[in-house]
């Protein structure tokens, strides 16, 4: 009997599926997979050696530290990897990112150190023809927002400027954005050594330093706003004095949390005072078993069971240490600059640290203070988008745009405009992350961003992207962007393997995922 094939008709692309084949088929379902293998392999090789668990957080990977500095990389690379990933879905690639990533940071840092002017420039004859500057204006001191603002004006103007010239030159995104790559680190690097330029100098440094920390700084009651290191170095007699006003249920709590930190420093101190003295005890055992001397063994043996040591004491709870407790308390006088730069969710790492007794190193000290604030910036983006891309007809015009151009545009689709707004947004996203960067270590260098277009272009092809455009979700570039900060740090962990290695296994996934993409773009449009 011979067994007849039925051909595949375009009406099977329309035909109802069980929610097991509707799940496979989404192109998120194999990144997500990988993602879930790296959390697993990440928090098992990172419980230090000769321990065993379960629980993936007793290792390091998945400890407060570990979660703060994990999240902070994943997020990072996912607020560029959006702007990457939705251009890419139009069908157009911008490789400037990292160079505008580098271009914002160093404008938000010279605007905030040395201000901001607006000069004219005119030619003239006096002792002969050169070239003069003429000041417009000139701000001397300018606010974290306002130097944001400013710089966006910058990068935002230069991200439509690549966008007109993409649309209307009808020249390929790739080399466009990338005399824009060349172009944005060059003067970036030109412009840091002018202005970062001593007069003792013959060329200008590529960083800027000695920017306040801005996000610290607080209002003191009774010395005013200072940054807060500085406020905690002051005379002992001003710290008492900013004690006064402080109401009393504040005080016992901080009394209460800066006691139970010394004692579990005192108790750190014990532990180590006491493996030390037990250290020889341990080889003389070992010495004593390799001889087969049993009366040796014994003794030994009893030593180690019965040694003990005068526990240390914790010191004592003042009321120095309290105003400078006190102090870390304060809220930032720079909410703009704590926004983009300082921490999130600070009440439950407390709650961890104390009473719950998680966020702790080995010496009663708080591991974390929070998560940094690009989490809160990354999931606030990622819902924007996901919003635009999946519930308005903007969002139609992109996929539409990618997918096919030809007949977008005869459908009224304003394809030109959607090109446009989606180079914008990825400048918008690049400032953002300088943004970030400026405000935590305050802080710019011209290498800033580098090689980061190629990493968000990676993370959105790994979460499911088509290259070709017309395809993927806000979701799939969110887990891409796991893929890589996680692997970034798993391979770190296992033993016998070069921590580079990660680099091999993500050119794998990138290859591996482009091929899946494909193959999952070809079924949805009945190809296959």
Same mark, same amino acid.
Request: hydrophobic share 50%; with cysteine; charged share 15%.
């Given at each position: 009997?011979?067994?007849?094939?039925?051909?595949?008709?375009?009406?099977?692309?329309?035909?109802?599926?069980?929610?097991?084949?509707?799940?496979?088929?989404?192109?998120?379902?194999?990144?997500?997979?990988?993602?879930?293998?790296?959390?697993?392999?990440?928090?098992?090789?990172?419980?230090?050696?000769?321990?065993?668990?379960?629980?993936?957080?007793?290792?390091?990977?998945?400890?407060?530290?570990?979660?703060?500095?994990?999240?902070?990389?994943?997020?990072?690379?996912?607020?560029?990897?959006?702007?990457?990933?939705?251009?890419?879905?139009?069908?157009?690639?911008?490789?400037?990112?990292?160079?505008?990533?580098?271009?914002?940071?160093?404008?938000?840092?010279?605007?905030?150190?040395?201000?901001?002017?607006?000069?004219? #420039?005119?030619?003239?004859?006096?002792?002969?023809?050169?070239?003069?500057?003429?000041?417009?204006?000139?701000?001397?001191?300018?606010?974290?927002?306002?130097?944001?603002?400013?710089?966006?004006?910058?990068?935002?103007?230069?991200?439509?400027?690549?966008?007109?010239?993409?649309?209307?030159?009808?020249? #390929?995104?790739?080399?466009?954005?990338?005399?824009?790559?060349?172009?944005?680190?060059?003067?970036?690097?030109?412009?840091?050594?002018?202005?970062?330029?001593?007069?003792?100098?013959?060329?200008?440094?590529?960083?800027?330093?000695?920017?306040?920390?801005? =996000?610290?700084?607080?209002?003191?009651?009774?010395?005013?706003?200072?940054?807060?290191?500085?406020?905690?170095?002051? #005379?002992?007699?001003?710290?008492?004095?900013?004690?006064?006003?402080?109401?009393?249920?504040?005080?016992?709590?901080?009394?209460?949390?800066?006691?139970?930190?010394?004692?579990?420093?005192?108790?750190? =101190?014990?532990?180590?005072?006491?493996?030390?003295?037990? =250290?020889?005890?341990?080889?003389?055992?070992?010495?004593?078993?390799?001889?087969?001397?049993?009366?040796?063994?014994?003794?030994?043996?009893?030593?180690?069971?019965?040694?003990?040591?005068? #526990?240390?004491?914790?010191?004592?709870?003042?009321?120095?240490?309290?105003?400078?407790?006190?102090?870390?308390?304060?809220?930032?006088?720079?909410?703009?600059?704590?926004?983009?730069?300082?921490?999130?969710?600070?009440?439950?790492?407390?709650?961890?640290?104390?009473?719950?007794?998680?966020?702790?190193?080995?010496?009663?000290?708080?591991?974390?203070?929070?998560?940094?604030?690009?989490?809160?910036?990354?999931?606030?983006?990622?819902?924007?988008?996901?919003?635009?891309?999946?519930?308005?007809?903007?969002?139609?015009?992109?996929?539409?745009?990618?997918?096919?151009?030809?007949?977008?545009?005869?459908?009224?689709?304003?394809?030109?405009?959607?090109?446009?707004?989606?180079?914008?947004?990825?400048?918008?996203?690049?400032?953002?992350?300088?943004?970030?960067?400026?405000?935590?270590?305050?802080?710019?260098?011209?290498?800033?961003?580098?090689? =980061?277009?190629?990493?968000?272009?990676?993370?959105?092809?790994?979460?499911?992207?088509?290259?070709?455009?017309?395809?993927?979700?806000?979701?799939?570039?969110?887990?891409?962007?796991?893929?890589?900060?996680?692997?970034?740090?798993?391979?770190?962990?296992?033993?016998?393997?070069?921590?580079?290695?990660?680099?091999?296994?993500?050119?794998?996934?990138?290859?591996?995922?482009?091929?899946?993409?494909?193959?999952?773009?070809?079924?949805?449009?009945?190809?296959?």
């Amino acid at each position: 009997m011979n067994a007849t094939v039925k051909a595949r008709q375009e009406s099977d692309r329309h035909a109802s599926k069980s929610w097991f084949a509707a799940i496979f088929a989404r192109p998120e379902i194999g990144p997500i997979g990988v993602m879930l293998l790296l959390f697993g392999m990440l928090g098992y090789f990172s419980i230090p050696t000769g321990e065993f668990s379960w629980n993936p957080f007793a290792g390091e990977g998945f400890n407060a530290l570990g979660i703060r500095n994990n999240l902070k990389v994943i997020s990072q690379l996912a607020i560029i990897a959006l702007g990457a990933g939705l251009l890419i879905i139009a069908g157009e690639f911008d490789l400037s990112i990292g160079s505008m990533i580098g271009f914002a940071g160093a404008c938000m840092a010279m605007i905030l150190r040395w201000g901001f002017s607006v000069v004219i #420039p005119y030619i003239s004859l006096e002792g002969g023809v050169h070239v003069e500057f003429y000041t417009l204006l000139h701000l001397p001191v300018v606010s974290p927002l306002s130097a944001l603002l400013i710089t966006l004006c910058f990068t935002l103007f230069f991200g439509w400027l690549q966008g007109y010239i993409v649309v209307r030159s009808g020249l #390929p995104s790739f080399i466009v954005t990338l005399g824009g790559l060349f172009f944005l680190r060059g003067l970036t690097e030109v412009s840091l050594r002018s202005f970062n330029h001593r007069p003792d100098q013959a060329k200008g440094a590529t960083t800027v330093t000695e920017i306040p920390d801005i =996000k610290n700084i607080v209002d003191v009651p009774g010395h005013g706003e200072m940054e807060r290191e500085a406020a905690k170095a002051l #005379p002992e007699t001003a710290l008492l004095d900013i004690l006064k006003d402080v109401p009393a249920d504040t005080l016992a709590s901080i009394t209460e949390r800066l006691a139970y930190t010394y004692q579990r420093a005192a108790d750190a =101190k014990t532990e180590i005072m006491t493996a030390r003295g037990v =250290k020889p005890l341990e080889r003389a055992l070992e010495n004593a078993i390799d001889s087969g001397n049993e009366q040796m063994v014994a003794t030994i043996q009893d030593k180690i069971a019965t040694f003990k040591i005068d #526990p240390v004491v914790a010191r004592s709870v003042t009321d120095i240490d309290i105003a400078r407790a006190y102090i870390d308390t304060l809220h930032s006088a720079r909410p703009v600059a704590n926004f983009f730069g300082g921490d999130i969710m600070e009440p439950v790492f407390d709650w961890l640290y104390f009473p719950i007794d998680w966020n702790t190193n080995n010496f009663g000290n708080q591991f974390a203070q929070g998560l940094y604030s690009c989490v809160m910036i990354c999931l606030l983006m990622s819902l924007l988008c996901y919003l635009v891309l999946s519930r308005t007809q903007a969002g139609n015009w992109i996929y539409s745009t990618g997918g096919n151009l030809t007949a977008a545009k005869a459908n009224g689709v304003p394809t030109n405009k959607v090109k446009i707004s989606l180079f914008v947004f990825s400048a918008f996203c690049a400032t953002i992350f300088a943004a970030c960067q400026v405000f935590e270590v305050n802080t710019a260098d011209a290498a800033r961003g580098n090689l =980061k277009e190629l990493e968000a272009i990676a993370a959105a092809v790994i979460g499911g992207v088509v290259m070709t455009g017309g395809f993927g979700t806000v979701l799939g570039i969110i887990v891409g962007a796991f893929i890589f900060g996680l692997a970034k740090e798993a391979f770190f962990y296992i033993p016998g393997i070069d921590g580079s290695f990660y680099r091999v296994f993500l050119g794998l996934v990138i290859v591996a995922s482009a091929l899946l993409n494909e193959n999952i773009r070809k079924r949805i449009m009945g190809a296959i």
